[in-house]
C-alpha cells in the first residue's frame, strides 16, 4: 500500500506544480521529493533490517537515520551541482519541506502498520505530528541552513561542509530515535528536541532581524 | 585661518570581556582535569578507579560541548572568523556523536557494534577542521609531497590489519579513519596551523585520539593503553577550546 499512497499523495501536486512559479514551485518540489524518498526509503529499510534481522544491529537506530537523512538531502546536494552556489536562506524552508514530505509518508506507513483505531490514533497521530515530523523536518534544515552558512566559502570546502553537515544531521536522528525508542524518562528529551531544534531553527533564520550583528564586529 | 589638527587616534587593545577570561579559565580546568585521567589510565594499579569511566565520559561530552557554545557565541559576539563555525559544528557533532554512544551503551546495554552511527558523527570533526583550515589559513611553501610520508605509513598501518583481519567494514571503516586523521595533520602542516601552538596541539590530539580509537574498535582484545583513548579526547577539545579563543583575542585586539 505505499506505492498506491505515495502515487496518490504525489500525483495531484505533479498538476500543481504546473500552476506554481518560483519559491512556491520550489518548496512544493522539495516536497513531492520528500514523499518520493519517504517511499524509496521504506523499501531500501525493509531490505536492510532482513539482512541484518540475525545479528545484534538494532537497525532502526544504526540504519535508518543514514538512509533517511541522505535520501531527504539528496537534493540539496543537486540543487548545488545543477544551479552552482545562488542560493539564499530559503534553502533552510526547501530542505525542511523535504524532510516534512518524508514525514507524511513514513506517518502513513506506522499509522497503517499499527491499525490504531478511536481516540488513541488521534493522540499517536498528533504526537507524531509534533515530534517525528518536526524532526524529518529540522534535521534536513540543518543541512539547508549549513549550507547557506558557506555563502562565500571557498568551492573546495563545500564538499567535506556537506559531508559534516550530513553527519551531524544522521547522528542527531540516531540519538531521537534511541530516546524514543528504547527509553522511559528519555522519551521526554526526546519529545522536547525536535521542538527545541525548530525553535532555534527559527531563531536563526531570523537571526538578522532577532540579533544584529554588533557595529564593531570584526569581520 | 588654519583648520584645526585632525585628532589623533591611537589604537588601544580592547580588554577582552569578563566571559572570554572565565571561558579561557574554564578550558584550563578541563585540561587540567583531563590530563589528571589520562595520569590515572598510566600510573594508578588496574589503570582505573570506581566511576572513572563515567567521570572521563561527562569530561569528554562537556567539553566538546563548552566548544561548541563557546564557538557559537564568540562567532556571535566577538568575531566573525569562519575557523569558529567549522570548529563549533565539529565539536558539536562530535558531542551528539558521544553522547549517541554512551545513550546507547547505558540504554540497549551491549557495546555498540563498530562501524555504526556514531562513527559517522566521530568521522564528521575532520571534513570540517579540514575545510576550515583550508578556509582560514594561507597555504604555506612546504611542498604537497610531505602529506606523502604522513599519509603512507598510516595507510600501511590501516592496510596491515587489513590482511591481518580480512576486509570488514570495521577494517575498512578504519582505513578511512587512518587516512583522515592523516589528512588533517597534513593540512595543518601545509597551511601553517601550527603557528597557533595550541590549536595545532589539539589538532593533532584529536587525530591520535581517532586513530587509538579506530584501533581499539577493530581489534578484538585492546591493550589496557587504549584506556588513554577518552582522557585523550577531552584534552584535545579543551586545546582547540583554548586555541580557538587565542585567535579570537588577537581579532579582538
Known amino acids: ?219 | 585661518m588654519t583648520s584645526p589638527d585632525p585628532p589623533i587616534r591611537v589604537d588601544v587593545p580592547r580588554t577582552p570581556p569578563v566571559l572570554f577570561t572565565v571561558l579561557s579559565a574554564l578550558f584550563q580546568v578541563l585540561l587540567a582535569v583531563s590530563i589528571g585521567l589520562f595520569g590515572v589510565v598510566l600510573v594508578v594499579p588496574g589503570h582505573s578507579f570506581p566511576g572513572f569511566h563515567d567521570l572521563s565520559n561527562y569530561t569528554q561530552l562537556f567539553t566538546s560541548a563548552m566548544v561548541t557554545i563557546a564557538c557559537a557565541y564568540a562567532y556571535a559576539r566577538w568575531s566573525r572568523d569562519v575557523l569558529l563555525l567549522h570548529a563549533g559544528f565539529a565539536a558539536g557533532g562530535w558531542t551528539l556523536a558521544n553522547a549517541f554512544w554512551y545513550s546507547y551503551t547505558l540504554i540497549i546495554g551491549t557495546s555498540l557494534p563498530y562501524p555504526t552511527v556514531a562513527d559517522a558523527g566521530f568521522i564528521g570533526v575532520f571534513p570540517f577542521l579540514i575545510a576550515g583550515y583550508q578556509e582560514v589559513f594561507a597555504r604555506n611553501r612546504f611542498p604537497s609531497w610531505i602529506g606523502l610520508l604522513v599519509l603512507c605509513p598510516l595507510a600501511a598501518g590501516a592496510l596491515w590489519l587489513m590482511a591481518d583481519l580480512g576486509v570488514t567494514p570495521a577494517t575498512l571503516l578504519t582505513l578511512l579513519f587512518f587516512l583522515l586523521c592523516g589528512s588533517l595533520v597534513v593540512v595543518s602542516l601545509l597551511y601553517s596551523v601550527y603557528l597557533y601552538r595550541v590549536l595545532f596541539l589539539g589538532t593533532l590530539a584529536i587525530s591520535l585520539t581517532h586513530l587509538l580509537n579506530a584501533y581499539r574498535s577493530t581489534v578484538l582484545e585492546p591493550h589496557w593503553l587504549f584506556g588513554i583513548v577518552g582522557p585523550l579526547a577531552a584534552i584535545s577539545f579543551a586545546l582547540l577550546g583554548i586555541g580557538l579563543l587565542v585567535r579570537t583575542k588577537e581579532a579582538l585586539q
Not at chain 1, 500525483?11 to 519559491?23: N, Q, Y
Not at chain 1, 538531502?73 to 530559503?90: D, H, I, M, T
Not at chain 1, 529540522?138 to 559531508?163: D, E, K, N, Q, V
Request: glycine residues 8%.
Open chain 1, 1 to 219: 500500500m505505499i506505492l498506491e499512497f505515495y502515487l496518490a499523495a504525489s500525483l495531484p501536486l505533479f498538476f500543481l506544480l504546473v500552476f506554481l512559479e518560483g519559491e512556491q514551485r520550489r518548496i512544493l518540489s522539495f516536497l513531492v521529493w520528500g514523499l518520493s524518498a519517504g517511499a524509496i526509503a521504506y523499501y531500501i529499510n525493509y531490505q536492510l533490517y532482513l539482512l541484518f534481522a540475525s545479528t545484534a544491529v538494532v537497525p532502526e537506530v544504526t540504519i535508518a537515520p543514514i538512509v533517511e537523512e541522505i535520501l531527504k538531502a539528496l537534493p540539496l546536494f543537486v540543487l548545488l551541482l545543477v544551479f552552482g552556489r545562488q542560493y539564499s536562506r530559503e534553502l533552510l524552508v526547501l530542505a525542511m519541506a523535504s524532510g516534512f514530505g518524508f514525514a507524511i509518508l513514513e506517518n502513513y506507513v506506522f499509522i497503517t502498520h499499527y491499525e490504531l483505531a478511536g481516540i488513541g490514533s488521534i493522540v499517536y497521530v498528533v504526537m507524531r505530528g509534533i515530534t517525528t515530523s518536526v524532526m524529518h523536518g529540522c534535521m534536513t534544515a540543518i543541512i539547508g541552513y549549513g549550507i547557506f552558512l558557506t555563502y562565500g566559502f571557498s568551492r573546495r570546502s563545500l564538499p567535506a561542509i556537506l559531508f559534516g553537515l550530513l553527519t551531524v544531521a544522521i547522528t542527531v536522528h540516531a540519538l531521537f530515535n534511541l530516546l524514543i525508542g528504547h527509553t522511559g524518562f528519555g522519551k521526554l528529551l526526546a519529545i522536547d528536541l525536535p521542538l527545541l531544534l525548530f525553535v532555534l531553527l527559527l531563531v536563526v533564520y531570523n537571526r538578522e532581524v532577532l540579533f544584529p550583528a554588533p557595529p564593531e564586529l570584526i569581520s
